[in-house]
């Protein structure tokens, strides 16, 4: 009987003690898992991969075409976006000309573009770290109506990377716009590129569920820039961009 009582006792006090606690300090202990003694290494599970990491890392290092400069994003203009839009949209057209169907203008985000690529060697490594993720390359038939919504929204987010689009902001209008030289009218229909992320409404892209067509076309935008890049490596070429005015920012 006593253990009894001594157990709901012991139960109570628990119970109060957890009601009525405070922290009254914390402490943080970082242990590095590459300092000696905190970690052992696996001899067998290095034989293990070591095959396929000499494999990776071939395909990684290997060099597709040399840069002239670095190159990073920026609003409303960057040479990292200009770049790599440029790059999407001639690899693309190249397959749609084809069909018959060319591509007016490419747009994507900025947050799609998650490393610099430096002046120098540009490696298929490089790109990977630049876009990460699985990204395709989607085309879709725009009405003019909602084209302008498109290009207000390019606006209103202080302009994002693009190819074949020239245009000004002003109050998160865009104005003298310019698509592939052609002045924009609301009542032609528009064929553009993005990622699938976007087309698929990301980052608020959610009226592009308003086109009039959807093709996946199942190439990786990732792909498209490494094949351009090499394209022009065989051609001679270096890597090079120029800030074009693109997308201008008047007040």
Excluded: W
């Excluded at 203009?77 to 001639?90: F, H, K, M, Q, R």
């Amino acid at each position: 009987m006593f253990t009894i009582i001594k157990r709901y006792f012991i139960l109570i006090f628990l119970v109060v003690a957890c009601k009525t606690s405070t922290i009254v300090n914390k402490e943080t202990t970082v242990y590095p898992l590459n300092k000696p003694g905190y970690t052992a290494v696996d001899s067998s599970i290095l034989k293990l991969y070591a095959p396929y990491k000499v494999k990776i890392d071939s395909l990684m290092n290997r060099v597709i075409i040399i840069s002239d400069m670095d190159m990073v994003k920026n609003t409303p203009e960057g040479l990292l976006g200009n770049i790599t839009t440029d790059a999407t949209l001639l690899q693309v057209n190249a397959v749609y000309s084809e069909k018959k169907q060319p591509v007016d203008f490419c747009f994507m985000n900025n947050g799609g573009l998650r490393a610099s690529l430096p002046k120098g060697e540009i490696t298929v490594g490089n790109i990977y770290t630049l876009m990460p993720f699985d990204n395709e390359a989607v085309v879709l038939t725009l009405s003019g109506e909602t084209t302008e919504k498109l290009l207000n929204f390019i606006a209103q987010k202080g302009g994002m990377p693009v190819s074949g689009l020239q245009m000004k902001t002003n109050d998160s209008i865009a104005s003298d716009v310019f698509i592939k030289g052609v002045p924009f009218s609301r009542n032609k229909n528009y064929v553009v590129v993005t990622s699938d992320y976007l087309a698929n409404g990301g980052d608020n892209f959610c009226f592009l569920s308003e086109n009039l067509g959807v093709v996946n076309t199942g190439l990786k935008i990732r792909d498209l820039i490494i094949k351009e890049f090499e394209e022009r490596n065989k051609r001679g070429e270096t890597l090079k961009a120029k800030i074009e005015g693109r997308i201008i920012h008047v007040e």
